[in-house]
């Protein structure tokens, strides 16, 4: 299965897949979640109702596409914030607390419970002392982690006019 990250849902919203004319991206997600292929969590879509857009409008009327952290995430918790307080990585201590309290710490730890793929459209920083990107969190963890259009070039899906 395939988690996404927020900016996903936000970048195609405002760049490339708009709510107003590409309808058949927005029908894609609905039925790839219906067919077990993608979700992501109720954190994610706590940040997207937090917007106050067309895209609030949406999370809200989708919330059965965000799960909820689980009792098997738990653990993963636990390996995520031992890997970023490791004090041998750069990350400066307000990076650190900053990543678990967002959804980007949530994401890695449920994808790695249950052995799902996180998709988003950060790039890896390991050098980074202000952030922790996903991409770094996820291969600490030996969490696969892949970008949208990866997702959709492997799922063949088609987005055609009618």
Known sequence: M??????????????????DFSPGFWQWLERSFR??????????GQ??????????????N??????PVDAATQASFQKLSAWAMDPFLPYSREARFTFMAKGDYQLVAYAHAHRCTVITHEKS?????????????????GVDCADL??????????????
């Open 125 to 141: 920083e390991p050098q980074a002392r202000k952030t922790i990107k996903i991409p770094d969190a996820c291969g600490a963890l």
């Open 62 to 67: 989708h919330g059965h596409l965000f799960l």
């Open 2 to 19: 395939y988690l996404l990250d927020s900016n996903v849902f936000i970048e195609a919203k405002q760049r490339y897949y708009g709510l």
């Open 149 to 162: 259009f990866a997702v959709i070039r492997e799922t063949n899906a088609r987005f055609i006019l009618a």
């Open 47 to 60: 940040e997207l109702k937090e917007r106050n857009d067309e895209l609030t409008a949406w999370a809200k």
């Open 35 to 44: 067919d077990g292929l993608l979700a992501s969590i109720d954190r994610i």
